[in-house]
């Protein structure tokens, strides 16, 4: 199994860091979507991934650079001969009612492609997700637009475990869900002097891998204003210098195209 960073970065626009998107790939099906920022698709191709093999597509919340490239995948599976797979999308409870409408409104035949809708309820609970070998748990972020911060966990080919903070601002949900987990994918948007309403600076990030440990740590939501991706681990690495004794936690800057294998270091 592996996470695929397809999208480390924001909708201020950065060469080699598209917005939001990721990907959950074993050896065999099903692979689900989890976000799908503008760019996603060019990145699938770039994979070799066909979008008409996604068994399902979730999403965090629906700003658009987490969002936007969810119609145009829709209309490649119109585009398709003969009957699909059912896809699953799976979001906020008001998800299905903002996906029908737009959908409607773009172009209705992007409905008629075997959909089936899944609610996150946020309520901390894991339960299977649709479609999948795959259990999901959804805590409320400290962001809007129904934000979720999601858990997804497997057994094959042994327990694994991704905490996947979407964005969000500091909260001690973000804490419970990532307690545990093999890797945390996390947002750290910009330097601690540059503080943004309702994301994380280098020092949240810290603060929050101090405290939950997780075995892996990859900064995703990356904003023009670190250079590198690189740049935004170093400082995270610096402050759990100050914050944990012994060895320190592993962190990478994610980037376009980077690999994270569940379970962790298999």
């Known amino acids: ?112 492609t075997g959909l089936a809708f899944h609610k996150i309820d946020a309520s901390g609970r894991p339960h299977p997700l649709p479609g999948t070998r795959y259990r999901i748990t959804a805590w409320p972020a400290a962001h809007s637009q129904s934000a979720r911060i999601l858990r997804i966990e497997g057994d094959s080919p042994a327990p694994w475990s991704v905490c996947y903070s979407g964005d969000t601002g500091p909260c001690p949900e973000l804490v419970e869900a990532a307690t545990g987990v093999d890797w945390l994918v996390i947002e750290c948007t910009t330097p601690d002097d540059s503080r943004r309403a309702n994301h994380l600076t280098a020092r949240d990030v810290a603060e929050v891998v101090a405290q939950v440990r997780p075995k892996g740590t990859a900064l995703v939501h990356l904003s023009p204003l670190w250079a590198a991706p690189s740049d935004a681990a170093a400082v995270v690495s610096a402050h759990l210098g100050t914050l944990v004794t012994g060895e320190s936690p592993h962190v990478v800057g994610g980037t376009d195209g980077l690999r994270l294998s569940l379970p962790y270091g298999s």
Do not use: N
């Open 1 to 112: 199994m592996e996470w695929i960073i397809l999208g480390s970065g924001t909708l201020e626009m950065v060469p080699d860091r598209s917005p939001a998107c990721h990907l959950l790939r074993g050896d065999q099906l099903p692979w689900v979507l989890v976000d799908t920022g503008p760019g996603c698709l060019q990145r699938l191709a770039e994979l070799g991934v066909d979008p008409r093999t996604l068994s399902a597509v979730v999403h965090s919340h629906r700003h658009l650079d987490h969002l936007a490239d969810l119609f145009p995948l829709l209309f490649h599976r119109s585009m398709s001969e003969g009957r699909l797979p059912e896809l699953v999308l799976s979001g906020a409870p008001d998800h299905e009612q903002f996906v029908l409408q737009a959908a409607k409104a773009l172009y209705p035949k992007l409905l008629q």
